[in-house]
């Protein structure tokens, strides 16, 4: 799996893991949803992703450029 997918399979998977805890456990979790989107906001503007980062020190290559 690339870089690129990790971190969209990543950010996916946090958002459906903040929503159950919204809905089960505390509705303050949604901060957490809001956390996470935000974060994807801004990596879309500014390229930097804390998420790439980590996935990258622990081995994922990024997708080869046509």
């Known amino acids: 799996m690339t870089l690129e997918r990790s971190v969209l399979a990543f950010a996916g ?6 929503v159950a805890l919204t809905v089960w456990v505390s509705p303050y979790f949604v901060w957490l949803t809001v ?7 801004q990596s879309a503007f500014t390229g930097l992703c804390p998420a790439a980062s980590v996935l990258k020190r622990l081995g994922f290559k990024p997708a080869c450029s046509i």
């Open 35 to 41: 956390f996470v989107g935000f974060n994807m906001f």
């Open 13 to 18: 998977f946090m958002v459906l893991v903040s």
